[in-house]
């Protein structure tokens, strides 16, 4: 059109400078006079008519494709199963001996009068019209999924999305799963951490977490989950359930991108973390960032528009809404309760006994009745398992053999809660006691992690160590040492130490055997001599076999 415009131009400055004629237009330019008189009635050029490809093989069945897509049953039936191109060529070669029309011909044709008939049933494309939502009345509610490297492996999660309607401000979550926990949790926390509840309705797909049924031909009816109505009893909100499939989609359209724009914008590349704690830590972090952008073309911010809409939400009761399901397993011999597809350990004690479990949506949490015996993370993965050895050390006591290759300590070494301090102690502890005695030691030091911290533990395993005491009650002493001092400096050796109210564990052998001039741990020389037992040597020896007549002489002596 750019090259027309200036063609057109031309034309006219020369006809209207140098007077020359139609023709002479013409032949200066290369073009035709109907071209040149086109150029001097206007400037602008005329529109080039499309050019129509006349198809007169595909005429006399035009009728025939027309009836294909006018046919009640197609205009009925679920896109994937409505006429294609394709399927229509191959009526028309089967019913009508077509065999000499191309695919592209019928394909053209379907093209221009499938929207023709669709709009002649009253299913043209449908209209959206651009809505406006009061403050504090909706929001909209959406799952998508998520990639992470967790613990270094590459794992599918999945993205929890509320949104409030006016203002965009948004709540993001991170699960290992969609089902009901996490959608219960991921509303909880949208409503604590936003202050309140929409007063209008909050929009959402059919999802079984929630809905039970639809009840088509009933318009927005739906059969709902008994424990969702529960839920939304207990905060006080209505829900409304979108049509169901795409067709629904537009109905909270403000939510169907904001999972994909999320993860675009905060997590490529794929976040690489060691639990969807942390990960969740940091969405919370960006949701608060995000407040300081603007939603397409809205003038004011995320921000400004939540302040406006805060005051206006409904608040949310105090008591918290338990999300986690109630189950009650039995514990099996191997100490261990199954939950959905996994397995996860409890104290040995309670073997063949039924337990109480709340199944979250990130983590396990087993009771005894109203005591809390048990924490692990959700496994999603099927026949896996979470293991904690702290719930097999008495049983470990009495067969120290197992220990070495117990799954327990496999877990152990691979949360990073059997430390290379813990592996330093079990194999000094077995060089002077045996595997036997060396492994009780070392379950005897795990079980003071009950009731002392971590840290302080693995200082006196360190001080236990430096002096070659290797036994549980040293490392008690050290740990308490430690507590006491507030976290005192445990990585010098004893004998680097300076002098002064810190005084550590010392061992007596090496004390004996240092030069005098030597002070280890801050104490005076020792320079007793060594003790002697020849005293005591006579008690090894028999006593004598007294004679008669040796007892004889000694009466006559004495007069008795």
Same mark, same amino acid.
């Given at each position: 059109?750019?090259?027309?415009?200036?063609?057109?131009?031309?034309?006219?400055?020369?006809?209207?400078?140098?007077?020359?004629?139609?023709?002479?237009?013409?032949?200066?330019?290369?073009?035709?006079?109907?071209?040149?008189?086109?150029?001097?009635?206007?400037?602008?050029?005329?529109?080039?008519?499309?050019?129509?490809?006349?198809?007169?093989?595909?005429?006399?069945?035009?009728?025939?494709?027309?009836?294909?897509?006018?046919?009640?049953?197609?205009?009925?039936?679920?896109?994937?199963?409505?006429?294609?191109?394709?399927?229509?060529?191959?009526?028309?070669?089967?019913?009508?001996?077509?065999?000499?029309?191309?695919?592209?011909?019928?394909?053209?044709?379907?093209?221009?009068?499938?929207?023709?008939?669709?709009?002649?049933?009253?299913?043209?494309?449908?209209?959206?019209?651009?809505?406006?939502?009061?403050?504090?009345?909706?929001?909209?509610?959406?799952?998508?999924?998520?990639?992470?490297?967790?613990?270094?492996?590459?794992?599918?999660?999945?993205?929890?999305?509320?949104?409030?309607?006016?203002?965009?401000?948004?709540?993001?979550?991170?699960?290992?799963?969609?089902?009901?926990?996490?959608?219960?949790?991921?509303?909880?926390?949208?409503?604590?951490?936003?202050?309140?509840?929409?007063?209008?309705?909050?929009?959402?797909?059919?999802?079984?977490?929630?809905?039970?049924?639809?009840?088509?031909?009933?318009?927005?009816?739906?059969?709902?989950?008994?424990?969702?109505?529960?839920?939304?009893?207990?905060?006080?909100?209505?829900?409304?359930?979108?049509?169901?499939?795409?067709?629904?989609?537009?109905?909270?359209?403000?939510?169907?991108?904001?999972?994909?724009?999320?993860?675009?914008?905060?997590?490529?590349?794929?976040?690489?973390?060691?639990?969807?704690?942390?990960?969740?830590?940091?969405?919370?972090?960006?949701?608060?960032?995000?407040?300081?952008?603007?939603?397409?073309?809205?003038?004011?911010?995320?921000?400004?528009?939540?302040?406006?809409?805060?005051?206006?939400?409904?608040?949310?009761?105090?008591?918290?809404?338990?999300?986690?399901?109630?189950?009650?397993?039995?514990?099996?011999?191997?100490?261990?309760?199954?939950?959905?597809?996994?397995?996860?350990?409890?104290?040995?004690?309670?073997?063949?006994?039924?337990?109480?479990?709340?199944?979250?949506?990130?983590?396990?949490?087993?009771?005894?009745?109203?005591?809390?015996?048990?924490?692990?993370?959700?496994?999603?993965?099927?026949?896996?398992?979470?293991?904690?050895?702290?719930?097999?050390?008495?049983? @470990?006591?009495?067969? #120290?053999?197992?220990?070495?290759?117990? %799954? /327990? $300590? !496999?877990?152990?070494?691979?949360? +990073?809660?059997?430390?290379?301090?813990?592996?330093?102690?079990?194999?000094?502890?077995?060089?002077?006691?045996?595997?036997?005695?060396?492994?009780?030691?070392?379950?005897?030091?795990?079980?003071?992690?009950?009731?002392?911290?971590?840290?302080?533990?693995?200082?006196?395993?360190?001080?236990?160590?430096?002096?070659?005491?290797?036994?549980?009650?040293?490392?008690?002493?050290?740990?308490?040492?430690?507590?006491?001092?507030?976290?005192?400096?445990?990585?010098?050796?004893?004998?680097?130490?300076?002098?002064?109210?810190?005084?550590?564990?010392?061992?007596?052998?090496?004390?004996?055997?240092?030069?005098?001039?030597?002070?280890?741990?801050?104490?005076?020389?020792?320079?007793?001599?060594?003790?002697?037992?020849?005293?005591?040597?006579? @008690?090894?020896?028999? #006593?004598?076999?007294?004679?008669?007549? %040796? /007892? $004889? !002489?000694?009466?006559?002596?004495? +007069?008795?």
């Amino acid at each position: 059109m750019g090259s027309r415009v200036e063609l057109f131009a031309t034309i006219r400055r020369d006809s209207r400078v140098e007077g020359l004629s139609v023709l002479e237009l013409a032949r200066r330019h290369g073009v035709y006079r109907r071209t040149v008189r086109q150029a001097l009635e206007a400037a602008d050029p005329p529109a080039r008519k499309p050019r129509v490809s006349p198809a007169p093989r595909l005429d006399p069945f035009k009728a025939a494709i027309d009836e294909m897509l006018k046919l009640k049953l197609d205009l009925d039936a679920p896109r994937k199963q409505r006429h294609t191109a394709r399927r229509e060529l191959a009526r028309l070669a089967e019913e009508h001996g077509a065999t000499q029309l191309s695919y592209s011909t019928v394909r053209d044709y379907v093209d221009k009068r499938r929207p023709v008939v669709d709009a002649e049933d009253g299913r043209g494309r449908e209209v959206f019209v651009p809505q406006e939502h009061a403050p504090g009345a909706e929001a909209e509610v959406d799952f998508g999924e998520l990639w992470v490297v967790l613990t270094g492996v590459k794992t599918k999660c999945h993205m929890f999305a509320f949104q409030l309607s006016f203002s965009g401000k948004a709540i993001h979550r991170a699960y290992p799963t969609q089902a009901q926990e996490a959608f219960l949790e991921g509303d909880i926390d949208a409503f604590e951490d936003i202050g309140g509840i929409p007063t209008r309705h909050i929009r959402y797909d059919n999802l079984t977490d929630a809905v039970a049924k639809v009840i088509y031909g009933t318009g927005r009816q739906r059969t709902e989950n008994p424990r969702w109505v529960l839920f939304r009893s207990h905060y006080g909100f209505d829900a409304f359930y979108c049509r169901p499939g795409i067709e629904g989609a537009h109905e909270k359209g403000g939510i169907e991108g904001e999972v994909g724009r999320f993860c675009r914008t905060h997590l490529s590349p794929m976040p690489v973390v060691d639990s969807l704690a942390q990960l969740n830590d940091q969405i919370r972090q960006w949701d608060l960032d995000d407040e300081n952008w603007r939603i397409n073309d809205r003038i004011r911010t995320v921000a400004q528009d939540f302040a406006l809409e805060r005051s206006l939400l409904a608040a949310v009761t105090a008591e918290r809404f338990e999300p986690g399901l109630a189950l009650t397993p039995r514990v099996n011999r191997s100490s261990l309760v199954r939950v959905r597809t996994a397995n996860y350990s409890v104290p040995a004690r309670m073997i063949g006994r039924p337990v109480r479990v709340c199944l979250r949506a990130s983590e396990i949490v087993i009771f005894d009745g109203r005591t809390e015996i048990a924490r692990h993370p959700r496994v999603v993965e099927v026949h896996g398992q979470s293991v904690n050895f702290d719930h097999y050390l008495e049983v @470990l006591q009495h067969k #120290p053999g197992a220990f070495p290759v117990s %799954t /327990a $300590l !496999a877990q152990g070494r691979k949360s +990073g809660v059997f430390t290379a301090a813990h592996v330093a102690f079990w194999a000094a502890a077995r060089k002077t006691e045996g595997d036997a005695g060396g492994t009780k030691a070392l379950i005897e030091v795990l079980l003071l992690h009950r009731s002392m911290a971590a840290a302080d533990i693995i200082t006196g395993i360190t001080a236990a160590l430096t002096v070659g005491a290797v036994t549980a009650d040293v490392v008690a002493v050290e740990a308490h040492r430690h507590e006491a001092l507030g976290g005192s400096r445990f990585d010098r050796h004893p004998v680097e130490q300076s002098r002064g109210p810190e005084q550590r564990v010392v061992s007596l052998t090496q004390r004996r055997l240092a030069d005098p001039a030597v002070v280890i741990a801050g104490l005076p020389a020792d320079t007793r001599p060594l003790p002697s037992v020849a005293a005591y040597d006579q @008690l090894l020896r028999p #006593p004598e076999r007294k004679t008669l007549e %040796t /007892a $004889l !002489a000694v009466q006559a002596e004495t +007069g008795s």
